[in-house]
């Protein structure tokens, strides 16, 4: 079992960054791969960036690659989102998950946490 909170949200101009964390309960949170998705108003959550368990390979949406940045401290149980260039369009609730399965489908992640707003300004 894995509780999952995130933190760091906010509101951003355009060209602003941000760095979102996510908080992990459990001991078995090393064996976990860790992703961010994002859910923007009248849309479907959407794949943002995933991080293996042992941190060696990220994989990002294109819409991010370049200026969002995944990484994870397992010895703090934390997940970072690290977002630079941001756009209006970056605009979202931005949840974390966990799982044990490969890929980035919304459903082969089995925890999530409760989400939290960014709004970027134009």
């Known amino acids: 079992q894995v509780q999952l909170v995130e933190s760091g949200g906010g509101l951003v101009q355009a060209g602003g960054s941000l760095r979102l964390s996510c908080a992990a309960s459990?001991?078995?949170?090393?064996?976990?791969?860790m992703a961010w998705f994002r859910q923007a108003p009248g849309k479907e959550r959407e794949f943002v960036a995933r991080i293996t368990w042992g941190g060696s390979n990220t994989y990002y949406a294109d819409s991010v690659k370049g200026r969002f940045t995944i990484s994870r401290d397992n010895a703090k149980n934390t997940v970072y989102l690290r977002m630079n260039s941001l756009k209006p369009e970056d605009t979202a609730v931005y949840y974390c998950?966990?799982?044990?399965?490969?890929?980035?489908?919304?459903?082969?992640?089995?925890?999530w946490g409760q989400g939290t707003q960014v709004t970027v300004s134009s």
């Open positions: 998950a966990a799982t044990l399965r490969p890929g980035v489908q919304v459903t082969n992640y089995d925890y």
């Open positions: 459990g001991r078995t949170f090393s064996t976990y791969a």
